[in-house]
């Protein structure tokens, strides 16, 4: 029975598409508006990072249209008009009250998958961003073997359109392109860590352009659970796709073959038997695994700060300590989970831990790996209930505008059906470099 539960987080868990959203307003800024007047607006950060930064007026106006369409919800109270200049203190009080409203609504699916809500999301970020709506970009996207693949895009394209051309340029099948997202990644070469998946409702060049150069964007497995892995196997493109992606953890070093699997996956590599390759990789224990960062768990001592290292993965949180104890959390015995707006970096898991006693798990780490940890919850949360309905994964349908917010006349049919050349597949397979296999010494084996 999988007992995580939906709706019960402090600050949004709930799903847009098979991952939850985490939002804040953690400050107000001033900008300059186009008459040279100064105005404040509230930042909203998406999943820790910001997004965009709106007016009062432009969340009151969303709040007016939510209301029309879904008054029968019960959303967080949103702050009256004032007829005079706020003060500093009142303010930030309009900006708490703003906050605990749009975390209500990434507690309601249905609102926060409405086309009201993602246009409000995607526009916000074009004009905070003052995109030209017509502007036509090249956005570079690698794969797990840093192989960069440049996509004809717009720069007002959404995640899941750019997905659709950069899966189609590696000749994906358009079937398995839901088996794929977009991952937001930091880090220099051959030491890249994700960072997080980029959302339906934002739009990865306009990501991209507000980091420095060490952020990149890459195209990896959406799930967690590997009993879709087969899927993936029986197609030489998205088989390739998976077998450099087992190539890249082992390069990470955190998952620890014995010496044997070592010489054994250095004899299939040469062999370029991959599917057998990847057989092996997956009967490792630690398979689908994400090491987090270091950080301090009150478990099993209640009240104590112990040092451990994390570990997220399909069937477990797996917890390392110093002595080299290690303890599992199934997600199934996680029965809810809640972030904190005022302690961003400590994630608190309901956990049953015997029959019929629920004990509270707080786990403190960095504020990136406390939303990964979340969204995984509710991926395989996702996950088990469309494996167990027999379900196949989804990918966001092309969307109509909404009419919510100005967008641009152009008409996108042409855009749309843009799809760069995909390139010969033997050229994806001709990783001569940074194989782990050739970085493994004597002493390794």
Same mark, same amino acid.
């Given at each position: 029975?999988?007992?995580?539960?939906?709706?019960?987080?402090?600050?949004?868990?709930?799903?847009?598409?098979?991952?939850?959203?985490?939002?804040?307003?953690?400050?107000?800024?001033?900008?300059?508006?186009?008459?040279?007047?100064?105005?404040?607006?509230?930042?909203?950060?998406?999943?820790?990072?910001?997004?965009?930064?709106?007016?009062?007026?432009?969340?009151?106006?969303?709040?007016?249209?939510?209301?029309?369409?879904?008054?029968?919800?019960?959303?967080?109270?949103?702050?009256?008009?004032?007829?005079?200049?706020?003060?500093?203190?009142?303010?930030?009080?309009?900006?708490?009250?703003?906050?605990?409203?749009?975390?209500?609504?990434?507690?309601?699916?249905?609102?926060?998958?409405?086309?009201?809500?993602?246009?409000?999301?995607?526009?916000?970020?074009?004009?905070?961003?003052?995109?030209?709506?017509?502007?036509?970009?090249?956005?570079?996207?690698?794969?797990?073997?840093?192989?960069?693949?440049?996509?004809?895009?717009?720069?007002?394209?959404?995640?899941?359109?750019?997905?659709?051309?950069?899966?189609?340029?590696?000749?994906?099948?358009?079937?398995?392109?839901?088996?794929?997202?977009?991952?937001?990644?930091?880090?220099?070469?051959?030491?890249?860590?994700?960072?997080?998946?980029?959302?339906?409702?934002?739009?990865?060049?306009?990501?991209?352009?507000?980091?420095?150069?060490?952020?990149?964007?890459?195209?990896?497995?959406?799930?967690?659970?590997?009993?879709?892995?087969?899927?993936?196997?029986?197609?030489?493109?998205?088989?390739?796709?998976?077998?450099?992606?087992?190539?890249?953890?082992?390069?990470?070093?955190?998952?620890?073959?014995?010496?044997?699997?070592?010489?054994?996956?250095?004899?299939?590599?040469?062999?370029?038997?991959?599917?057998?390759?990847?057989?092996?990789?997956?009967?490792?224990?630690?398979?689908?695994?994400?090491?987090?960062?270091?950080?301090?768990?009150?478990?099993?001592? &209640?009240?104590?700060? +112990?040092? $451990?290292?994390? #570990?997220? *993965?399909?069937?477990? !949180?797996?917890?390392?300590? %110093?002595?080299? @104890?290690?303890?599992?959390?199934?997600?199934?015995?996680?029965?809810?989970?809640?972030?904190?707006?005022?302690?961003?970096?400590?994630?608190?898991?309901?956990?049953?831990?015997?029959?019929?006693?629920?004990?509270?798990?707080?786990?403190?780490?960095?504020?990136?790996?406390?939303?990964?940890?979340?969204?995984?919850?509710?991926?395989?949360?996702?996950?088990?209930?469309?494996?167990?309905?027999?379900? &196949?994964?989804?990918? +966001?349908? $092309?969307?109509? #505008?909404? *009419?919510?917010?100005? !967008?641009?006349?152009?008409? %996108?049919?042409? @855009?749309?059906?843009?799809?760069?050349?995909?390139?010969?597949?033997?050229?994806?397979?001709?990783?001569?470099?940074?194989?782990?296999?050739?970085?493994?010494?004597?002493?390794?084996?």
């Amino acid at each position: 029975t999988v007992m995580l539960s939906r709706g019960k987080a402090v600050v949004s868990t709930q799903s847009t598409g098979n991952i939850g959203m985490f939002f804040s307003i953690p400050h107000t800024i001033e900008l300059n508006d186009d008459d040279g007047s100064v105005y404040t607006a509230f930042e909203i950060h998406l999943n820790g990072a910001v997004h965009s930064a709106v007016r009062y007026s432009q969340l009151h106006k969303l709040n007016e249209h939510i209301q029309k369409r879904f008054d029968a919800f019960n959303l967080s109270e949103f702050p009256p008009k004032k007829l005079f200049s706020l003060s500093v203190a009142e303010k930030e009080e309009r900006r708490m009250v703003l906050e605990a409203y749009i975390q209500s609504i990434g507690q309601q699916p249905e609102i926060a998958k409405s086309n009201i809500f993602v246009d409000f999301l995607l526009q916000s970020q074009k004009e905070y961003n003052k995109l030209n709506e017509e502007e036509s970009v090249k956005l570079t996207v690698y794969t797990a073997d840093w192989k960069p693949i440049c996509v004809d895009i717009m720069g007002s394209d959404y995640s899941p359109e750019v997905l659709r051309y950069t899966a189609a340029s590696l000749g994906i099948e358009a079937k398995l392109h839901p088996f794929f997202s977009l991952y937001l990644m930091a880090g220099g070469e051959k030491q890249k860590s994700i960072v997080r998946r980029l959302q339906d409702m934002e739009c990865p060049y306009l990501t991209l352009k507000a980091l420095d150069d060490n952020h990149t964007i890459e195209i990896r497995r959406s799930y967690w659970s590997k009993d879709f892995d087969e899927r993936l196997m029986k197609n030489n493109v998205t088989l390739h796709l998976l077998y450099i992606e087992c190539i890249r953890n082992l390069e990470d070093r955190w998952m620890k073959p014995s010496a044997e699997t070592l010489r054994k996956l250095k004899q299939l590599k040469t062999a370029g038997l991959k599917e057998q390759f990847v057989k092996v990789v997956k009967s490792e224990h630690m398979y689908g695994y994400k090491m987090l960062s270091l950080g301090t768990v009150d478990y099993p001592e &209640e009240g104590s700060e +112990t040092p $451990v290292t994390v #570990y997220a *993965g399909c069937e477990n !949180i797996r917890l390392m300590y %110093r002595d080299g @104890k290690t303890i599992s959390l199934p997600v199934t015995r996680i029965k809810c989970w809640k972030l904190f707006p005022d302690k961003k970096n400590v994630i608190a898991l309901e956990f049953l831990v015997m029959k019929d006693t629920l004990k509270w798990i707080q786990i403190t780490t960095t504020k990136t790996d406390v939303i990964l940890i979340s969204m995984m919850l509710q991926a395989v949360l996702d996950e088990k209930i469309q494996l167990r309905e027999g379900k &196949e994964l989804e990918l +966001t349908k $092309v969307r109509e #505008y909404s *009419g919510y917010l100005p !967008i641009s006349n152009k008409d %996108r049919k042409e @855009k749309q059906g843009m799809r760069p050349k995909a390139p010969s597949f033997s050229s994806l397979n001709n990783r001569d470099n940074a194989l782990f296999m050739d970085e493994i010494s004597d002493n390794d084996l």
